[in-house]
């Protein structure tokens, strides 16, 4: 279209952002959301929300309500610059989906989610697997169905330039080729063969994998794939969405039935494309896995936080009211009703709060039938449970008994 001002418009959200006088951004929206069908239309009424307009200055971006901009440095800037409030947009307009903010490649027909924050390694290793053959999903975003599938955005893998030198070989030679939007800060990896899924294609999601990525001096150490109880992902999930106004009931509802049938890893790596094909591997070939038990996220009884005071052995416990209780695996989730807190036990702490459910019990009496089932010395068990007990104390699950005295 060789019209000055044209609308950006996008499957799913309509005209989302006026361009004016800026054909290399124009340019620029083509390769970066090629696979969401971008498309661009004669200036529609009312005017998009947002706008980027080029004048003897340069590029500036603004939003239509209000007189404010600020300038923009380069055509791929402004796609950076808009691109999360588009899939904030296209998520607003489908309610019916959460947004997760996670990586996604698809591996022998299923998805494989990678759950983390920013500059966690996911838009890097989202390349690597690209570089290996592999589809991807997302390399930030991904929607998610209540049937536990993910919904591709069709928006290409972004990288913070420069690259590391620390990249193999044959990685760094298929970034070299595969860039082919860049400004000095960023670059779009937009291979030839396009392994990215399109806009609105939905694949169910069976494995969550969580990142922990070696320092540079260790970057050519080999990965290594470790098995993690289920209750780890959920608890990553949780916290890596963008339902802001959800309560933690409604999140463990739209979540549970995923994480039931899901297998949850930790992937600990260096170098990303000999990283991205060993979890490829493995991950068809699950007895190539680790097993091991968690190191994230420690449980509550581990985090027994110095300072709580540890209460007599003789105090009787009972739990508080307006708690609501979710079982992943072997893990315990409570959720505080009234606040939407989330707390998630390990097996001491689940069969503590079982056996208060029955009755209200000492903690002496817990440290007897814990050591029995368990079959483990009652010395110990006595030493562990006052600091469980102040834990969930302080997490206002428990309560001591109304009249029990100390």
């Not at 990142?211 to 916290?239: A, F, K, M, N």
């Not at 368990?374 to 068990?381: N, Q």
């Amino acid at each position: 279209m060789t019209e000055s001002v044209v609308d950006l418009y996008l499957p799913g959200i309509g005209p989302c952002v006026r361009i004016i006088h800026a054909p290399e951004v124009v340019a620029a929206f083509k390769k970066a959301l090629a696979g969401w069908a971008a498309s661009f239309v004669a200036p529609q009424e009312p005017p998009p929300p947002l706008y980027i307009k080029k004048d003897a200055e340069g590029l500036w971006q603004g939003e239509h309500t209000t007189a404010d901009e600020f300038y923009i440095p380069s055509a791929t800037s402004a796609v950076c610059s808009v691109v999360g409030e588009l899939m904030g947009y296209y998520l607003e307009r489908q309610p019916e989906l959460l947004g997760l903010h996670c990586a996604a490649v698809e591996i022998a027909g299923r998805l494989v989610l990678f759950p983390e924050d920013s500059r966690a390694g996911k838009s890097t290793l989202s390349a690597a697997f690209m570089a290996a053959g592999y589809r991807v999903f997302g390399d930030d975003v991904l929607a998610l169905t209540a049937q536990g599938e993910g919904v591709a955005l069709g928006v290409a893998p972004r990288l913070r330039l420069p690259l590391p030198t620390s990249f193999s070989a044959e990685f760094s030679a298929y970034l070299a080729e595969s860039i082919r939007l860049a400004d000095d800060r960023y670059g779009f990896v937009l291979p030839v063969d396009a392994p990215l899924a399109p806009h609105a294609e939905r694949t169910p999601v069976n494995t969550i994998v969580l990142l922990e990525r070696y320092s540079d001096e260790l970057i050519h150490t080999e990965p290594e794939l470790i098995r993690l109880p289920v209750g780890e992902g959920l608890l990553q999930l949780l916290c890596q969405n963008f339902a802001y106004e959800a309560s933690g009931e409604e999140l463990i509802d739209f979540l549970l039935p995923l994480m039931q049938r899901s297998s949850c890893y930790l992937l600990r790596y260096g170098e990303p494309l000999a990283a991205a094909r060993y979890v490829a591997r493995s991950l068809q070939q699950p007895a190539t896995a680790v097993h091991a038990a968690s190191l994230l996220n420690p449980s509550l009884a581990e985090q027994s936080a110095l300072g709580l005071d540890a209460r007599s052995l003789m105090t009787l416990w009972e739990p508080t009211q307006n708690v609501s209780r979710y079982e992943v695996g072997e893990e315990l989730f409570l959720i505080q009703t009234c606040s939407g807190v989330i707390h998630r036990l390990n097996n001491t702490g689940k069969a503590v709060w079982q056996l208060l459910q029955q009755e209200p019990l000492t903690g002496q009496e817990l440290s007897e039938v814990l050591a029995e089932s368990f079959c483990v010395d009652l010395a110990l068990v006595q030493s562990d449970i006052p600091p469980l007990l102040a834990a969930l104390e302080q997490a206002e699950l428990i309560e001591m008994r109304h009249g029990a005295a100390e």
